[in-house]
């Protein structure tokens, strides 16, 4: 029996609920997956029982979610508006480091002079860290706002999608980060991410992680960010890694769900609040300071407690 799950987050997009399409598993192709929850949105969730990936069935077209990112920044992101100014003066105060995959990447890799492709990178935070510590950042988004972010900080980027994108550069590292769990198409830009690495290069996946829900009563990742098409699970990444001959060098579960202020539309009193903390306590290894993680823990965690983000690195073998 299908559950249905009542709102949480205020931002629940408006799908065209008549041109849904149907799919099969986004990762395997299974026909085998089974309905289990009915998102606030209206759409289906079902678990691949090959491959044990949550994936939303029917979905909306690749057109419509096209159109949908676009303008992805403006209308549907949490943080607060902020220009490219305050934006690029607010990641000067922050250290690098203080991002664990950052550090996890670092054990794995020189950052050195190493060319880094970050697909779908938002507001280019990660990009600008690695670039702070030698690497040569190149970025590839849809968003308009996105881009202009990207180039006021030095970043030589990309408008489009990974499918139309070609170079003859090969990365020591692609980073998908938030990425995967948006497109209809995740294998194919994983597998298209990896075949732009050099032999011995890393692929970094970081997403939310569908069996989170396993331990959440509140089936929380289910009922937030309703743009997601798919949700992967260690399994995934396990299976993904094996069809693609990648090795899986880093896999992980971690943190909690960063849940302040989204049961509401941004307000202008919130748009007008000191961005460097907003902004720091997105990052990973920030105290997430919210309603959901101060109910299951009694005192400060380390930053690897908890299970509600999916970490994981695979790399290219060296031929």
């Known amino acids: 029996m299908v559950q249905k799950l009542p709102p949480l987050d205020a931002r629940i997009p408006k799908w065209n609920l008549e041109n849904l399409i149907m799919r099969d598993c986004p990762v395997c192709n299974s026909h085998d997956a089974a309905a289990v929850y009915e998102r606030p949105d ?5 678990i691949c029982r090959t491959c044990n ?4 069935s029917p979905c909306p ?15 549907q992101r949490s943080g607060s508006r902020i220009n490219t100014q305050e934006l690029a003066a607010s990641y000067k105060d922050l250290d690098p480091f203080s991002d664990l995959r950052i550090r996890e990447l670092s054990s794995l890799m020189s ?13 280019g935070s990660f990009l600008y860290f690695l670039k702070t510590l030698g690497a040569i950042p ?6 308009t706002q996105a881009i202009e972010f990207a180039k006021f900080l030095g970043i030589e980027v990309f408008q489009g ?6 170079s003859e550069t090969k990365f020591d590292l692609v980073t998908l980060m938030d990425l995967v769990e948006h497109p209809l198409n995740s294998l194919d830009i994983i597998r298209k991410s990896s075949e732009l690495l050099q032999s011995g290069g890393l692929l970094s996946i970081w997403t939310p992680n569908g069996d989170f829900v396993r331990l959440d009563k509140s089936l929380t990742t289910f009922r937030v960010d309703l743009e997601h098409m798919q949700y992967f699970t260690p399994d995934t990444c396990l299976f993904i890694a094996s069809a693609l001959k990648l090795r899986t060098v880093h896999l992980e579960t971690l943190g909690f769900p960063s849940l302040k202020g989204i049961d509401k539309p941004l307000s202008e009193k919130d748009a007008l609040t000191p961005l460097i903390k907003k902004i720091g306590k997105r990052i990973p290894g920030f105290s997430m300071l919210n309603n959901f993680r101060r109910r299951l823990l009694s005192s400060k965690e380390s930053e690897r407690n908890g299970s509600y983000h999916l970490f994981c690195i695979m790399q290219k073998p060296a031929q």
């Open 161 to 166: 999608d990974l499918a139309d994108y070609s």
């Open 42 to 46: 209206n759409l289906i969730i079902r």
């Open 53 to 56: 990936t949550f994936f939303v």
């Open 138 to 143: 190149f970025g590839l988004e849809l968003d």
């Open 61 to 75: 077209s690749e057109e419509e979610l096209h159109s949908f990112y676009e303008n992805y920044d403006e209308n």
């Open 111 to 123: 950052f050195e002079a190493s060319r880094v492709l970050d697909v779908g990178f938002g507001r």
